[in-house]
């Protein structure tokens, strides 16, 4: 019997792999909120030059990192719809990080390169595929 499968009487355990994937999403989330803050505190001090556009940055850094969140959860509570959303971010942030090699910002698209390969790769395991092979309703949430 796999971990992921529980009987009536046992409790559901969790695979260590899953707590890195959640891990590694709430921490991209905490960055998201960390540059949504940078943002809003730029705009309070006047050194922005665009404020409507940090604002806007910063509104649409705070949506992703609460998307983010909850996608850490129900990844937690063994969803599977989670997944997808969760894997499109790795996808998205690794070619933003690509993107970005060239420029002066080396070592920061260094890094979010090698998160994003770590979170697409724990994702993919099949430890945590089958944690999450649950069911695709979004009750528990």
């Known amino acids: 019997m796999s971990s992921s499968a529980a009987t009536p009487g046992e409790p559901w355990r969790r695979p260590g792999l899953l707590l890195g994937v959640c891990v590694v999403v709430v921490l991209e989330a905490a960055l998201l909120i960390g540059v949504a803050g940078a943002y809003l505190v730029s705009i309070v001090r006047g050194a922005s030059e665009a404020p409507g556009t940090a604002a806007g940055i ?66 993919l395991l099949p430890p945590v595929i089958a944690a999450t092979a649950g069911s695709g309703s979004s009750k528990d949430l």
């Not at 942030?93 to 724990?122: D, M």
């Open 58 to 123: 910063a509104g649409f850094g705070a949506l992703l990192a609460a998307a983010l969140l909850g996608c850490a959860r129900a990844l937690w509570r063994g969803r599977r719809w989670a997944r997808g959303p969760v894997l499109t971010w790795q996808v998205l942030q690794g070619a933003t990080a690509v993107s970005v090699l060239s420029g002066e910002q080396r070592p920061t698209a260094f890094a979010l390169l090698a998160v994003a390969l770590l979170g697409a790769v724990l994702l």
